[in-house]
């Protein structure tokens, strides 16, 4: 009967998708925590229970597949970013805060995808460096634009942009390396702390002042009832 035949393939598709799912997730934990080189296509196969040869049916081998995690990963995090930074409008403070906000919290939602992406990219050959490579850039150049125009319009310190932006995008990094999703903090309230610190790191004593001792928050940045973004409520 059709009908049969049809929810035979939806099915076969659905766990062949199932199956799919399962190498990527086994594959970016092994690699995060045993590294690429010393993680070989038996160990993830032996991770997912298939064979290694039935692997070949879902990936094409096993530098393809860390291509495809880093490739997933870095295109998800810039659309993830770009996102942030449109929800809050065109204040380079405000952009600021929600960037480092949301890529702390994906960070932390996502240990294994930022350990990899750092860790594992001399294993790309040229080619697959040179897609990845353009796509971390603007991801860079939205952190650049923000200290730029916030410097230029005289909230933040005449910093040194480029090794400014390293920074926050390596003190971000470093979550991955001790944050746990059974501790007291939830991703948001992470990066909500490290937005904060990065921004009492960078203003102008007199932007600072406007805000007191007490943490700086994204409707903060976005309060323009005073006529001027970055005003607190009194």
Not at 49 to 77: C, Q, W
């Amino acid at each position: 009967m059709p009908d049969e035949l049809a929810s035979k393939i939806v099915a076969a598709k659905s766990t062949k998708r199932a199956t799919k799912q399962l190498i990527y997730e086994h594959a970016l934990r092994l690699f995060a925590t045993r590294s690429y080189a010393k993680t070989g296509l038996r160990d993830i196969a032996q991770a997912v229970g298939v064979e290694v040869a039935s692997l070949y049916t879902h990936i094409d081998g096993k530098n393809a597949l860390l291509f495809d995690l880093m490739d997933y990963g870095t295109r998800d995090l810039l659309q993830r970013l770009t996102s942030a930074i449109e929800d809050v409008g065109p204040d380079p403070l405000a952009r600021l805060y929600a960037l480092v906000r949301e890529h702390v919290a994906v960070t932390c939602r996502r240990q294994n995808q930022t350990l990899v992406a750092f860790n594992e990219i001399r294993e790309l050959n040229t080619q697959q460096r040179d897609k990845i490579i353009p796509l971390r850039e603007e991801i860079e150049n939205l952190y650049i634009a923000a200290v730029e125009d916030a410097i230029a319009d005289g909230r933040m310190r005449p910093v040194n942009v480029r090794v400014t932006v390293y920074g926050i995008l390596a003190m971000g990094r470093g979550v991955a390396t001790w944050y746990r999703p059974d501790g007291p903090l939830t991703p948001e309230q992470v990066g909500s702390e490290y937005a904060d610190q990065v921004l009492r790191g960078l203003l102008t004593t007199a932007s600072l002042a406007r805000f007191g001792d007490e943490p700086i928050e994204l409707t903060d940045l976005l309060d323009t009832t005073r006529g001027e973004p970055g005003h607190r409520n009194p």
